[in-house]
């Protein structure tokens, strides 16, 4: 588990997006639409609860071309974090 | 030195049986032989037989439906349910996966339209994403295909369906919780559930009784089905929608392979091989001791007719016992319109729920609460369509499906022979995986939002 990428303590980020609670597909659909909100360059964070989402998000980034941070794990969900191209 | 070099592999091994994602194709192989395994065994898996014995106690229950119906964990459908689920659990137990995941609101009433879509497209397609679908072009049978061609049109009319519902549905799409445990009171929880599975083989192999002792390989086949699919995260509803969400098609490619795998599997099983073990035995146990009555020999004429009876049957148990598996076993008369509306429907419901058949099961093992509500929904309107439908004869009658109103019962090696069908099957399931290959760098076939 510990290969999953870490993201640097204090970004500064945009917007956040709370997608706890959510399953497949919402957690990255959701992620899609909220990435329209934001400028290039600036930072996405998503928190999210599926354990789906550890590989989604940084596999949609990587299709996207987005920049994917990494993930911080806090009590009982998960930030993730997006540079957007 | 060598000590801890010691102790680091065996965190090493721990880690990739019970931690890390599996690759999608090694778990697609892995599903594909646990689905050959089975049917070896004893039959095929699905995924509604369990869910709908479920809903029939429900049902039952509040006394809707007066008749008992099989008990949870000595019907061989419901069985196959509860190992599932149990092995999902251990996986997600020891993979630190498992916490309470309360969705928002509005998740839980999509849980009950999923859930019903779900039960009556099940019921119109005769099984689920694996029963009607899967493990239905597995087993040769035309109707999978019929049911393929409806999931594909109701995923992507579901994906239109969420890209509306994010545009104009604001109520209840936030405010999820979790409730998170302690990593060692799970890997406690999952070695217990582990523990149980295998005391339940044990318990079933003992039992008198032939159908329950057979249950054994059920519930330990089962679990492994559910945990692979659980540490894989193998979504058969996500190989359908993904090439049109994202265009990633690593989950599609994945089931294409493990379908083509456990159709070449059913072939071995279903073919009648003369010199298969248990026609050998047959053969040498029974003929050898029938072989020498001669009827004509005989005086008595009842006892000369009841000796050739025995002769010809002897001659039939031979026949049979070529094969392992009889190629009635998942044909469906569904082959038509009922196929593709149930796989229509299902799918719509499947995108509502965020799971298939056994992608919700797996994810109700992982404390996702949204898809414990659709389980009971999934369950209550299959029981009700089914047994509607068993009263009007909408799929006919006899094992055959004789005067289906669904469609047709082809068992496609009647048609076109085992090498034919093979080709058939690998030619689809080749012609899929190129496709969506293509769509990946082409994305022709993505769904904008």
Redesign the interface.
């Known amino acids: 588990?510990s290969?999953y990428k870490k993201a640097p303590e204090g970004l500064e980020v945009a917007r956040t997006l709370?997608?706890?609670?959510?399953?497949?597909?919402?957690p990255?659909?959701?992620t899609?639409?909220e990435i329209g909100k934001i400028n290039s360059g600036e930072i996405l964070e998503v928190l999210g609860?599926?354990?789906?989402s550890?590989?989604d998000i940084p596999?949609?980034c990587a299709?996207?071309g987005h920049e994917y941070l990494g993930e911080i794990e806090d009590?009982?969900?998960i930030r993730f974090y997006i540079k957007k191209k | 030195m060598s000590e801890s070099i010691m102790n680091e592999k065996i965190k090493n091994f721990f880690k990739i049986l019970c931690q890390t994602e599996w690759n999608a194709t090694v778990s697609g192989i892995i599903v594909a032989l646990l689905s050959i395994l089975i049917m070896a065994w004893w039959r095929p898996w699905g995924a509604v037989g369990a869910v709908r014995n479920w809903g029939e106690w429900i049902l039952y229950g509040i006394g809707i439906f007066s008749h008992k119906p099989g008990g949870v964990l000595f019907s061989s459908g419901s069985v196959i349910g509860v190992g599932f689920l149990a092995g999902a659990f251990v996986s997600a137990c020891l993979g630190n996966d498992f916490s309470f995941k309360f969705p928002p609101p509005w998740e839980l009433v999509k849980a009950v339209i999923a859930g019903i879509l779900m039960g009556i497209g099940a019921a119109f397609a005769g099984g689920c994403n694996v029963g009607g679908m899967y493990n239905a072009i597995g087993n040769l049978a035309a109707n999978g295909f019929t049911m393929w061609l409806g999931l594909v049109i109701g995923v992507i009319l579901g994906l239109k369906y969420i890209y509306w519902e994010m545009e104009h549905i604001t109520w209840g799409t936030s405010g999820g919780k979790n409730i998170d445990f302690p990593y060692a009171l799970k890997i406690i929880l999952g070695i217990a559930a582990f523990a149980a599975v295998i005391w339940g083989g044990y318990h079933y192999a003992g039992m008198n009784d032939a159908y329950k002792a057979s249950l054994s390989g059920i519930l330990l086949i089962s679990a492994g089905l559910g945990y692979t699919m659980q540490r894989g995260r193998w979504c058969m509803v996500q190989a359908f929608r993904e090439p049109h969400m994202t265009g990633d098609c690593t989950l599609a490619k994945s089931v294409a392979l493990s379908i083509l795998i456990v159709a070449i599997g059913c072939a071995v099983l279903k073919y009648a091989v003369p010199q298969r073990g248990s026609a050998v035995a047959v053969q040498s146990v029974l003929m050898d001791a029938v072989g020498d009555l001669d009827p004509e020999e005989i005086k008595d004429p009842d006892l000369a007719d009841t000796v050739e009876d025995v002769v010809d049957a002897s001659e039939q148990a031979v026949v049979v016992a070529r094969r392992v598996l009889d190629p009635v076993n998942y044909v469906r008369g569904t082959f038509g319109w009922g196929g593709v509306l149930g796989g229509f429907l299902f799918g719509l419901g499947a995108m509502f729920a965020g799971g298939c058949g056994t992608g919700t099961l797996w994810r109700v093992g992982e404390g996702q609460i949204k898809l414990w509500l659709v389980v009971p929904f999934f369950g209550i309107s299959n029981a009700i369509m089914v047994h509607w439908f068993k009263a009007i004869h909408m799929e006919g009658v006899g094992p055959t499906h004789v005067g289906s109103k669904l469609g047709k019962h082809i068992y496609l090696p009647d048609v076109l022979g085992y090498g034919g069908t093979i080709a058939l099957i690998v030619f689809a399931m080749v012609a899929w995986y190129i496709i969506v290959d293509w769509n990946e760098e082409s994305n022709k076939l993505i769904v904008e939002m």
């Open positions: 588990m290969d709370d997608a706890k609670g959510l399953s497949c597909p919402m990255l659909l959701r899609k639409k609860t599926d354990p789906g550890r590989n596999g949609w299709r996207a009590e009982g969900f």
